[in-house]
């Protein structure tokens, strides 16, 4: 007997996805290049402590100071001391005090990552390259999970100067990924799981933790009580199970990072409106200032999303979470230059121009290259100059334009397809049938014009419906007299 030939679908070969093979080789690049950009701060030589001998004096003149080859030391990190378990804040002049044994500004899994990292670490130098090479794969995911979402907008993050700047200057990446995966899940229709991801986040850099509560509302909005119950159980579930044994282990250790972030003065490095605005107020002031402006500010854009929501029956969580970003990063007291890979991702999963994503990274540039070099001169025993300058028009544009992102990402529309509107879960390919009743089925610009069906009959079904037209006036009157009722 002959074996059955394939079929011509069984020889076919899947075409690979140009736009996330390009989207993933632009993201790698830039991640590259902002690697390449801090090795001028790292040795040989290094002294002692495994510290670069020329980190101090090239950091700002080079433009190479990261956070990650700073915190080597006084984290515990050259040290491998598995941080929280032994920490604790040290009050002292200046405030806050000084995080030792192990104690970390950053929330638990941030500094697991960093004590991770620096196992295999013998210098600074070491530690930052071991730190680029794991930060790697989150930068990546995070671009490749917005190629899903969003398609060809995912290169307003891979060619963001941004990933060059700083895609080893912290750790947002972990966090960034985060934010990325819980859209996706959502857009899969899993708003459990999407929750999860944001307690997981929460864990990492606090920030999209934020997200929770509009997704949250996102589900009341729709009247799924249980999913709702679902995404609170999933955000604060997994943050307290990533929390609750250090802090059962330590509480000192633990509560000692939350501790340092509320006692840091705005100065000079926290480039915020506070330090530049108002410096006269002392930091309770601007810690009871800040916090009433960042809740008022919340407020008003979960009622404005809920307004919408009455409206249109969809809660907009992601411009909501967006704007709640905005508004935190406005408002907080402390402004570090990389946020600016926090807010990234709204810029490709929401419809806003061009124009406010190039004004950001033009003006994030400008703080970046001010703030440094301002620093180099006050090390140099300058103050006032071009730099200087330059930093307080970065400090100011920045807080403008954080002002008008929050207008502009609440009355934007997101790119992401949403699974409510399609039954649940679905493929992130874009589907060839638009929704029931859309205007992209009303009028398919593909079909031509009097195609109805698409198919080798519409143009007989059309002139047939056309003749029965006349005969069933009076039915469909009767009938929309009816529905009108």
């Known amino acids: 007997m002959l074996a059955r030939l394939p079929g011509p679908r069984a020889g076919r070969v899947?075409?690979?996805?140009?736009?996330?093979?390009?989207?993933?080789?632009?993201?790698?690049?830039?991640?590259?290049?902002?690697?390449?950009a801090k090795t001028p701060c790292t040795g040989p030589p290094y002294d002692v402590w495994g510290i670069s001998a020329h980190?101090?004096?090239?950091?700002?003149?080079?433009?190479?100071?990261?956070?990650?080859?700073?915190?080597?030391?006084?984290?515990?990190?050259?040290?491998?001391?598995?941080?929280?378990?032994?920490?604790?804040?040290?009050?002292?002049?200046p405030p806050p005090g000084q995080l030792v044994d192990g104690a970390v500004e950053y929330p638990v899994v941030t500094g697991?990552?960093?004590?991770?990292?620096?196992?295999?670490?013998?210098?600074?130098?070491?530690?930052?390259?071991?730190?680029?090479?794991?930060?790697?794969?989150?930068g990546l995911l995070t671009a490749g999970l917005l190629v899903r979402l969003a398609g060809r907008r995912a290169f307003v993050w891979a060619a963001a100067?941004?990933?060059?700047?700083?895609?080893?200057?912290?750790w947002d990446f972990l966090a960034t990924a985060c934010v990325a995966g819980a859209v996706y899940a959502w857009s899969r229709g899993r708003p459990g799981g999407a929750a999860m991801l944001l307690g997981l986040g929460a864990a990492t850099k606090i920030y999209p933790g934020f997200l929770a509560l509009p997704l949250l509302l996102e589900r009341l909005a729709l009247r799924d009580y249980?999913?709702?119950?679902?995404?609170?159980?999933?955000?604060?579930g997994v943050w307290a199970a990533i929390n609750l044994?250090?802090?059962?282990?330590?509480?000192?250790?633990?509560?000692?990072?939350?501790?340092?972030?509320?006692?840091?003065?705005?100065?000079?490095?926290?480039?915020?409106?506070?330090?530049?605005?108002?410096?006269?107020?002392?930091?309770?002031q601007v810690n009871r200032w800040s916090a009433a402006l960042i809740v008022a500010s919340w407020a008003l854009a979960l009622i404005v999303g809920w307004s919408i929501a009455r409206r249109t029956g969809r809660y907009p969580w992601l411009q909501v979470g967006a704007a709640l970003l905005a508004a935190f990063l406005l408002f907080n007291k402390v402004y570090s230059p990389q946020y600016v890979l926090w807010l990234l991702p709204f810029f490709v999963l929401l419809r806003i121009r061009w124009g406010w994503w190039l004004s950001y990274l033009a003006v994030d540039l400008v703080l970046y290259v001010g703030l440094f070099r301002w620093y180099y001169d006050i090390t140099r025993g300058g103050d006032f100059g071009l730099a200087k300058q330059a930093a307080v028009v970065g400090v100011w544009g920045k807080a403008v334009l954080l002002a008008l992102l929050y207008v502009v990402f609440l009355l934007s529309s997101s790119v992401v397809r949403d699974p409510a509107s399609t039954g649940g879960p679905r493929s992130s390919a874009p589907s060839s049938t638009p929704p029931a009743g859309s205007s992209a089925a009303r009028a398919d610009p593909s079909r031509?014009?009097?195609?109805?069906?698409?198919?080798?009959?519409?143009?007989?079904?059309?002139?047939?419906?056309?003749?029965?037209?006349?005969?069933?006036?009076?039915?469909?009157?009767?009938?929309?007299?009816?529905?009108?009722?």
């Open 448 to 485: 031509p014009p009097g195609d109805r069906t698409g198919s080798p009959s519409g143009r007989r079904t059309s002139r047939t419906t056309s003749a029965m037209s006349s005969t069933s006036a009076t039915s469909r009157t009767s009938t929309a007299d009816r529905n009108q009722l």
């Open 55 to 93: 980190f101090a004096e090239r950091k700002y003149s080079d433009l190479c100071y990261s956070d990650v080859q700073q915190l080597w030391v006084g984290r515990g990190v050259r040290e491998h001391l598995f941080p929280y378990l032994q920490g604790r804040l040290l009050p002292g002049d």
């Open 161 to 170: 100067p941004a990933l060059v700047l700083y895609s080893v200057h912290n």
């Open 245 to 284: 044994p250090v802090l059962l282990a330590n509480p000192e250790g633990w509560w000692a990072t939350y501790a340092f972030q509320a006692g840091r003065e705005a100065d000079l490095t926290t480039n915020s409106i506070w330090f530049w605005g108002l410096p006269g107020l002392d930091p309770d």
């Open 226 to 236: 249980r999913g709702a119950a679902r995404v609170a159980a999933g955000a604060g």
């Open 14 to 36: 899947r075409r690979p996805d140009v736009v996330l093979l390009a989207v993933l080789a632009t993201t790698g690049l830039g991640i590259l290049l902002g690697y390449l």
């Open 112 to 138: 697991v990552f960093m004590w991770f990292a620096g196992l295999g670490a013998a210098d600074d130098g070491g530690y930052l390259r071991t730190t680029a090479l794991l930060l790697a794969p989150f």
